[in-house]
């Protein structure tokens, strides 16, 4: 096996992967020579000639001390396979990253996790489903995963980041890029009172072919994965299906099978992961990791507990039900309610007349109407 520097300085080089590193590292005692290397040497790796070349004159001790030296500086800590705290779920997966960077408190790699996914643009229902279970996952115990995208990742972060089990972000980009811009201050703030972890090197920019990579490391630390809404071709579903492939639970939130974002979880369902209809039903898959009292205070908890939303539900007709479940999906114009419900224009400017009284729907401009 390789030592810890030169695990680092591999891993620091553009152009060298997993598979590279893994076949070097079955070369023997390397720890030396590498730094010395000829480029014929590289080139029995399996590197191209001009990579080669390349490593030959610049692979040094003094460079790695270098990348050494600008990962310090930017108050980056770094974990390799080698070291004690390395998280051992990560190691039982297929590819585990041989180097991991971070910021934040590394104690929350050795805490029981749950990984919660889904999609960038979710409904207001998603939003309120991933919030509620984040919360009370992480107050339970469990340290929220996931991978710091717009909607459903953000969602369950902010939920997440200040209970008890706190909560980890797992980034496609270096340590010292955003993606996206966006979530700059909640990623400050991860880095903070969370975790931020990447097996990218500093100055990593954001790349498609990454996010798929950086999801397998979301499902190889937890414990199991939560997919709030999915599409059929969400990048969810990469997670979901990478903790399958470690052996990990799967779970699964229900959706109304006319809504495109449901589709994907309701798959899942189909081909047996766990339906979730309240946090308990993902906190009785980890008894031995939660006290007693952290499951008596959850275990009749729903998804909606009686909040505002629930309480004007409670006050609507069926009809109003309808059209406000509806709503949840939204927002929409009223051509697209009517398309939507299959009900003619009077019934429903009558029905949504009501929900407006009721101060359960607001009318925006441009007949748009959404839930409060």
């Known amino acids: 096996m390789l030592d810890r520097d030169l695990l680092f300085g591999l891993n620091e080089v553009e152009g060298i992967g997993w598979k590279t590193i893994y076949k070097i590292s079955k070369a023997g005692n390397l720890s030396n020579k590498l730094f010395k290397a000829s480029s014929e040497e590289w080139e029995g790796f399996g590197l191209k000639e001009n990579m080669s ?10 460079w ?24 051992e779920l990560l190691k039982e997966t297929a590819q585990p990253p041989w180097v991991i960077y971070y910021r934040g408190r590394l104690e929350l790699l050795s805490r029981p996790s749950v ?17 509620c279970l984040a919360e009370e996952l992480s ?8 991978g710091l995208a717009r909607g459903i990742d953000s969602v369950c972060h902010e939920a997440s ?22 979530n700059r201050d909640l990623l400050r703030q991860i880095a903070q009172d ?24 979301i499902a ?17 579903l990469i997670t979901s299906d990478a903790a399958l492939e470690a052996g990990r639970d799967v779970f699964a939130v229900p959706g109304p099978i006319t809504s495109p974002k449901s589709r994907g979880a309701l798959e899942l369902i189909k081909q047996g992961a766990k339906l979730v209809t309240c946090t308990a039903d993902i906190l009785e898959e980890y008894t031995h990791y939660l006290s007693k009292s952290d499951l008596s205070q959850k275990e009749n908890a729903s998804i909606v507990p009686d909040s505002k939303e629930s309480l004007i539900e409670k006050k609507l007709t069926r009809e109003e039900f309808q059209l406000y479940h509806i709503l949840h999906q939204g927002p929409f114009t009223l051509d697209e309610l009517l398309a939507r419900s299959r009900w003619d224009f009077g019934h429903l400017h009558s029905v949504l007349l009501s929900l407006i009284i009721k101060k359960a729907v607001s009318q925006l401009p441009g007949a748009i109407y959404k839930v409060i």
Request: proline share 6%; glycine share 12%; hydrophobic share 35%.
């Open 139 to 146: 107050e339970a115990g469990l340290t929220v995963v996931s």
């Open 53 to 62: 070349v390349k490593l030959a004159a610049s692979f040094t001790e003094a």
């Open 64 to 87: 790695v001390s270098t990348r050494y030296s600008l990962m310090k500086e930017s108050g980056v800590g770094l974990l390799t396979i080698l070291d004690e705290e390395y998280p």
């Open 194 to 217: 969370g975790l931020v972890v990447s097996e990218y090197p500093i100055g990593t920019k954001s790349h498609p072919g990454l996010f798929p990579q950086r999801n397998r490391i």
């Open 161 to 182: 980041l200040m209970k008890r089990g706190g909560t980890i972000a797992v980034i496609a980009t270096g340590m010292d890029k955003v993606y996206p811009p966006e």
């Open 220 to 236: 190889g630390i937890s414990l199991g994965t939560v997919v709030v809404e999915a599409d059929t071709r969400s990048g969810s």
């Open 115 to 131: 990984a919660m996914v889904g999609t960038r643009i979710p409904t207001s229902y998603g939003r309120k489903v991933g919030s």
